[in-house]
């Protein structure tokens, strides 16, 4: 087993560095040391290397695109899910789409109002290598509240109307298995799950390198969604050092950028990056940006 994880994973590393090259940044790459590849198969649905690096903890890559390392993860799994959930003054159902890695799950769970949970995720070897392999992201998949779907999560949400507060999609680039929650069809049967009051919030990639993707998307998101608004978090080992998330509200006139409820204190101090300021300043976008994207 050991000769044929080193075998597959010569193409990914190289005198023992992890090299991130993709067409979709193209020119550019991030490198980490690495101590020891864990897991490196091909599931159904893609390429699954996990490997031990030296500077950033253990490191989740999927098509040779790093998902998460356990150094700064949380500046991204926590504002994903608290964007939202904090924009909502009372979620009880919350839908994840991917999010195999359990840390989008992990931050739903810490919300005491909320009574379900719906997990979508279409590879189960990323869930599974996710349990193994990176414990302190994968700790609420014994969640009561969890009701976990192994199936694509475009086909999933076709079958819940008018059900979800809050639906977070937890995707990977849209090449390969997330192609289909980047496109027009996907945010319509979004709109159509969720509540009168709920809110989306997707992925949304990197203002520098793909502002003219993002820009493309906008004017089908405003047919769909009356309120649509961009919000930035900072994650060092992500494609420019960060990634940005679509806030889309059903209800018009309802915006995302300042918080519905507060965190009580003891919530607020088991975070890491999410506040209230955060909150309200992740939404603060270059003129650059407001002026490609205008939201």
């Known amino acids: 087993y050991q000769r044929r994880v080193r075998g597959m994973a010569e193409s990914f590393i190289k005198d023992g560095w992890f090299l991130e090259k993709s067409a979709f940044w193209p020119g550019q790459g991030f490198s980490l040391e690495v101590e020891k590849v864990l897991f490196h198969e091909k599931s159904q649905y893609q390429d699954v290397l996990v490997f031990k690096s030296k ?12 998902q998460v390392t356990e150094k700064d993860e949380f500046a991204y799994q926590e504002m994903i899910t608290h964007l939202p959930l904090f ?16 840390g989008v799950l992990r931050e739903v769970a810490r919300h005491p109002g909320v009574t379900e949970i719906h997990m979508c995720e279409i590879d189960q070897m990323v869930i599974d290598v996710s349990k193994k392999f990176l414990p302190s992201l994968s700790s609420a998949f014994g969640d009561p509240r969890l009701k976990l779907q192994t199936m694509d999560g475009f086909e999933f949400l076709k079958k819940h109307k008018n059900e979800f507060d809050a639906i977070i999609t937890d995707s990977s680039d849209p090449i390969g298995p997330a192609e289909t929650l980047f496109r027009e069809d996907f945010y319509r049967v979004a709109y159509e799950a969720l509540t ?14 793909h502002l003219d993707f993002l820009a493309s998307m906008v004017p089908w998101i405003k047919k769909i969604f009356p309120n ?3 919000a ?29 409820r507060q965190p ?5 101090d088991s975070l890491k990056y999410y506040s209230p300021n955060i909150h309200a300043t992740s939404f603060i976008l270059p003129p650059f940006v407001t002026k490609k994207l205008q939201v």
């Open 196 to 209: 009168d009051t709920g809110v989306l919030c997707c992925q949304a990639e990197n203002v520098w390198i």
């Open 55 to 66: 500077s950033f903890g253990n490191v989740l890559v999927l098509d040779n695109a790093i």
């Open 228 to 230: 649509l608004e961009y």
């Open 232 to 260: 930035m978090t900072s994650v060092p080992s992500y494609p420019c050092g960060g990634i940005g998330f679509w806030l889309c509200s059903k209800q018009k006139g309802h915006s995302c950028k300042t918080p519905a």
């Open 264 to 268: 009580d204190p003891k919530f607020l």
């Open 87 to 102: 924009s909502h003054p009372n979620p009880k159902k919350v839908c994840i789409i991917g999010g195999g890695d359990g």
